[in-house]
Nanobody
Framework: QVQLVESGGGSVQAGGSLRLSCLVS????????MGWFRQPLGKERQGVAT???????SYVESVKGRFTISKDNAKNILYLQMNSLKPEDTAMYYC????????????????????WGQGTQVTVSS
């Protein structure tokens, strides 16, 4: 059974940084697509950043140049480095994994991913 556990959320002022971590267990995830998603209170969940099995990242336009997704295959950890944080980045952040091969959904699409963590809250104050 695949399990994803996020950590690293917190409260920061605008312009600050946070690094989120997602510990993956129950699968060898090296060849799978992994992603970070966020859901502001009262809004839909949206894709933030993904990384495929070859290590190629994709980002939503609003975080390009500020966020960096990476993974440590030896430790089975997915990271999201968030710099220059803005109040609009405030949300619950979720780690997700696509375990099955192939999908008709885009890399930043929620339905593509079968497994989800419990989320970690990020709050950015102005």
């Amino acid at each position: 059974q695949v399990q994803l556990v996020e950590s690293g959320g917190g409260s920061v002022q605008a312009g600050g940084s946070l690094r989120l971590s997602c510990l993956v267990s129950g699968t060898t995830y090296n060849s799978y697509c992994m992603g970070w998603f966020r859901q502001p209170l009262g809004k839909e969940r949206q894709g933030v950043a993904t990384i495929d099995g070859d290590g190629n990242p994709s980002y939503v336009e609003s975080v390009k140049g500020r966020f960096t997704i990476s993974k440590d295959n030896a430790k089975n950890i997915l990271y999201l480095q968030m710099n220059s944080l803005k109040p609009e980045d405030t949300a619950m952040y979720y780690c997700a994994a696509q375990v099955s091969g192939g999908s008709r959904y885009g890399l930043l699409s929620v339905p593509r991913y079968e497994y989800w963590g419990q989320g970690t809250q990020v709050t950015v104050s102005s």
